[in-house]
């Protein structure tokens, strides 16, 4: 068998790659591999074809043994669970290897023995550095390039104990040379000093290239060094400025407590001469003194060299440290200020519930709901609340804020690529609430609201509209006090397709940040409800998202991996990669929609292997250590008899007063779903569907008045089953059932209208949105345009509909 000459590799070198014949079996003999080492491991491939996507096999050689046979012939080992018989060209081949193999060896031999003793790196004797002052990463990369300058020189120690070993080797073959007499050896003997000699030309220049390296990082490392030591020196002096104004801070601040306690004692003393001077004098103190208080952060931070945060890994994978004891506080607060008050007094939160009525154990007969329905038109019978959850469509849309605390770390964020790894991680989370929410949410009638006021306990406040019947869809805004605004109006399309139904949720999400005027919109990916017919019910998440920074054009893409029983993913698998406006990748997402989502700052990129499939080639991300944006928060105790509903769903049909007539809070048929009693709730929603279907028939006929044709009156509403025309089609006990089946195979579609003759005649119109045309997407959408917090404060809700 020919073989095509590679070129030699200098051995001492990161990577060796090169074809070797190895053992298979007593078949095939000794068959050709490509094999290549690099990183203190030996993996070999059937053709460099295969080394982007598949790996036959790979062996550790930091716990292997190395062993030579014969001339051509050696054997690789790690304990008995691995064993390369491998067989080379000829012996210089053979001793090429040899050598990359234990110069391999010795380096992972180190490299496990630095890791297994990485703690001594940092000792308990040197100090902690702040985050933002760049010693951690100093020392950091000090030890690093000792490290690198420690393997090359047990490299250089390496290759003179091969020098030692191959000139003894040349000697005695020299020596035997020189003995022998004109004897039909001698040709041997010359071929063997030969080969003797090529091996040790082979190791000596492996010598002269690790000689040659070391110096090159030594020369690279100095500059490096001399750069570190000025930004040390600076430091300093920052630092010794940056005391001298705490200093001073510090007697300005004395001089003020003294001068509010004088006040103090001057009022006390001067009662004839009114209260209003001296609250003046103690207003004026008070001002003063805070006003040294705000100052104060401004002098504490003291901001590290930006070459430090470049050359930091630490600083570089992190998210603005200096938000932590600003971000923990946000859910440690355990009371309230009240901004109204003048005096500041704290105002106990309000306790909210944290539980609610266990699910009753209904068994769902069939029969019995069709044997309740004779005698009533198609159009009026209602599906019952067994299919249901105790929350209506639009408190399911605020739950959206489940984990508004990313949104409120996003706020802060000096870099728009940062705050975009917040937001796509807000993205997902909305979707943890689904993994086990196999219920239907309560359809909102028209102009049914709901608000969500956090205000006091984490700083927003939400408000949803049922804005439009003919199609369905909702409006959701919400405003924080930290800095960001949220507005959805979201519809949905569904198809179902057998054995399962996919829901498409229609409409863009915008997430504004008054910190940079950073504008970011996405949309929802399908929802896949499996095993409607036959099974358990499981629900999963797949498509692609792209969330777009409008003002900078930064962009992230995140990709919902569908289920599949043959993958070896993990399941529920998100990925993404944050990017500027010129395509060039910043951070790497990754995770799971139902627990937790990882980013890692991308220090290189390149081309990988091609892919065996497509034959595209896949962008290989050099990253730094992962760390964790987000994680699902833990189920309540006994979640599973409260119909799986996380810690803020237990808290959303909570009553509360001051809400408006239509909140979602006073709809009757859901308050007895939760109560356990589902007949009274079954009877009360089908009132509450004949009264939105008096209230449609009156909005048609006056926009019938102002049409030049009649159109039918009868519509179908939101829960019922099918158009009355149909009664003269089938026989009624064989459609009923019919009918039924179909509605329980898509009652899990979330808002799913079936609207056949209602649609032309909608000319209803939102209360607190309002229709325009979106000047980002171009989409005409429901915008809230307010007033609802102004009557709410003033407890008159004037224009409400009766719609309970």
Not at 271 to 299: I, L, T, V, Y
Request: hydrophobic fraction near 30%; charge should be negative; aromatic fraction near 8%.
């Amino acid at each position: 068998m020919s073989e095509p000459k590679t070129p030699t590799p200098v051995p001492a070198g990161d990577t060796y790659k090169g074809w070797v014949f190895k053992w298979t079996n007593y078949i095939k003999g000794y068959q050709r591999r490509w094999f290549v080492l690099s990183n203190g491991l030996l993996s070999y491939y059937r053709t460099q074809a295969e080394m982007g996507h598949t790996c036959r096999g790979t062996i550790n050689l930091a716990t292997a043994t190395i062993t030579v046979d014969d001339a051509c012939n050696f054997v690789i080992s790690n304990g008995g669970a691995q064993t390369y018989h491998l067989k080379a060209s000829c012996e210089v081949e053979r001793q090429r290897w040899i050598t990359a193999l234990e110069l391999a060896k010795a380096k992972a031999a180190r490299m496990q023995a630095e890791s297994d003793d990485s703690g001594d790196d940092f000792s308990p004797s040197s100090p902690p550095q702040a985050p933002g002052q760049g010693g951690g990463s100093q020392n950091t990369e000090v030890q690093s390039a000792l490290r690198t300058l420690g393997s090359k020189v047990e490299d250089l120690s390496t290759c003179n104990d091969l020098i030692s070993k191959h000139g003894s080797a040349l000697q005695r073959s020299l020596s035997e040379l020189d003995s022998l007499r004109l004897t039909g050896e001698a040709g041997d003997k010359i071929r063997q000093v030969t080969e003797r000699a090529t091996l040790f030309r082979i190791t000596s220049n492996a010598m002269i290239n690790a000689c040659r390296d070391f110096l090159a990082l030594a020369q690279a490392h100095s500059k490096r060094w001399q750069k570190a030591l000025q930004a040390e020196r600076d430091q300093r002096v920052r630092l010794e400025e940056t005391l001298e104004q705490l200093a001073k801070q510090h007697n300005h601040l004395e001089r003020a407590f003294r001068g509010a306690a004088q006040a103090n004692a001057t009022a006390d003393n001067k009662s004839s001469a009114g209260p209003g001077k001296g609250e003046a004098s103690d207003e004026d103190d008070d001002n003063e003194f805070f006003d040294a208080m705000e100052e104060a952060p401004e002098f504490i931070t003291v901001p590290a060299d930006p070459q430090f945060h470049k050359r930091s890994s630490s600083n570089v994978s992190g998210f603005n440290s200096e938000m932590c004891p600003d971000d923990q506080s946000l859910n440690e607060e355990p009371l309230a200020m009240n901004q109204e008050s003048p005096s500041q007094e704290l105002v106990p939160l309000k306790k909210r519930r944290t539980r609610i009525a266990d699910k009753p154990n209904y068994s769902l007969n069939l029969w019995s709901i069709m044997k309740n329905c004779i005698g009533k038109e198609l159009s009026k019978i209602p599906m019952p609340v067994n299919f249901n959850e105790p929350i209506s469509m639009l408190q399911r849309l605020s739950e959206d804020l489940e984990y508004h605390e990313l949104l409120d770390k996003a706020s802060k964020c000096q870099s728009s690529l940062e705050q975009m790894c917040y937001v796509a991680a807000f993205s997902v989370s909305s979707y943890s609430t689904t993994v086990h929410r196999t219920g239907k949410p309560f359809n909102p009638l028209l102009g049914e609201t709901y608000e969500l006021d956090r205000r006091r306990e984490s700083g927003y406040r939400s408000l949803c509209e049922q804005v439009s019947h003919h199609p369905p869809a909702a409006a959701h805004h919400a405003i924080s006090d930290r800095g960001w605004t949220l507005r959805q109006e979201i519809t949905v399309a569904s198809k179902f397709r057998g054995k399962y139904l996919s829901i498409m949720p229609l409409g863009t999400i915008h997430a504004i940040f008054e910190k940079g005027n950073n504008h970011y919109t996405w949309k929802k990916v399908t929802t896949t409800v499996h095993n409607i017919i036959v099974g358990k019910l499981w629900i999963d998440q797949s498509g692609e998202i792209d969330v777009v920074n409008h003002t900078t054009g930064d962009r992230c893409h995140l990709k919902f991996a569908p289920y599949s029983y043959f993958s070896r993913d993990v399941a529920r698998k998100v990925t993404g990669v944050v990017m500027d406006k010129d395509g060039k990748a910043h951070y790497v997402l990754s995770g799971t929609w139902d627990e937790k989502m990882e980013f890692s700052r991308v220090m290189q990129s390149s081309r990988g292997g091609e892919n065996g499939t497509e034959g595209k080639q896949k962008t290989v991300y050099q990253t730094l250590k992962a760390r964790e944006v987000w994680r699902r928060n833990p189920l309540p105790e006994g979640a599973e008899s409260m119909y799986y509903f996380t810690d803020l769903a237990l808290t959303l049909n909570e009553p509360e007063e001051g809400v408006a007539p239509t909140d979602s809070r006073r709809r009757p048929d859901q308050r007895l779903m939760e109560d356990g009693r589902w007949d009274e709730a079954n009877s009360e929603k089908q009132r509450l569907e004949e009264k939105q279907r008096i209230a449609r028939r009156e909005r048609e006929r006056e926009a019938a008045s102002q049409r030049t044709s009649s159109q039918s009156e009868d519509t179908v509403d939101e829960d019922s089953l099918t158009d009355p025309s149909l009664k003269s089609k089938y026989s009624s006990f064989f459609r009923l059932h019919c009918l039924l089946m179909l509605e329980f195979l898509l009652s899990f579609l979330v808002t799913q209208v079936f609207s056949l003759s209602g649609a032309p005649h909608e000319n209803y119109q939102a209360l607190w949105f309002e229709r325009c045309e979106d000047r980002i997407t171009g989409e005409q959408v429901h915008i809230y345009k307010g007033g609802y917090w102004e009557a709410k404060d003033r407890g008159s809700f004037e224009g409400c509909p009766d719609i309970f």
